[in-house]
């Protein structure tokens, strides 16, 4: 793993409290998953974290699923010529001339999780993040105009998401995240920071999606101009797609 400890004057590392709860948690969830299984899944190409100490895809992964994938598709592919899944490392080169099948293989999200995830930073991302059991989702938010807070992780920060019906009440393995034509009723929490990067409070915002609701697909925002609702619209159609209709309470 890597560690970066937190200097006051360092705005880039990752703020930890006292008791240290962030690497409490992350410990417990490479010792339930076994380091062992930890290991050989990530190998010599991937890490639980970025060397910023923000957390890597497979760290994000293994606190949803217990699983630390470090893709987002649905189960494994293997890496040929005409893969597009992503650019390869030395090592990996250097193992796949060696014969190692595992940097040939690309290990994906293996089932679904009781919690989804969605985001723009991945290259793929597949139905089981964005299906998951219970309709809750974390959100990686790209940067946005006038968002001046520190503490985003390499210009993205995470919010929470879930419906507010009683669908998250009795959600199964078969169902239970399908969305409704009618459209479904969401509650964003968003984290509030300080000029320091420490979360204050959190921030509520209500949000009606109906799927198929617009006659032409959503444009993606101007980056220089994108706000919080248009990140966070973009990352909802991944789910309810280019087509939905998605409307702000007013806070």
Known sequence: MYYKKFEKEDKTALPLDDDFGTETLVLSAILTAGVPEVQETLGSSHSLTLRSGYPAT????????????????????????????????????????????????????????????????????????????????????????????AGSANGCQFAVIYRTDEVILSASDDEGSVASEQGVDLLLLLPKRSNDGATTSTEQRKIFVRPNHLVTAASPPEESSATLEDRVNEVLRLKWGDFAGIQWEEP
């Open 58 to 149: 497979s760290l994000i992964n293994l606190l949803l699923t217990g699983f630390p994938s470090p893709f987002c598709f649905d189960g494994n592919k293997t890496r040929d010529s005409t893969s597009s899944a992503g650019i390869m490392s030395k090592d990996q080169l250097q193992a796949i001339a060696d014969g190692s099948n595992s940097a040939k293989e690309l290990v994906g999200v293996q089932k679904r999780s009781l919690v989804g995830f969605l985001s723009k930073e991945v290259k793929e991302l597949g139905d089981y993040l964005k299906n998951p059991i219970c309709p809750t989702w974390v959100l990686q938010l790209k940067s946005y105009a006038n968002d001046t807070k």
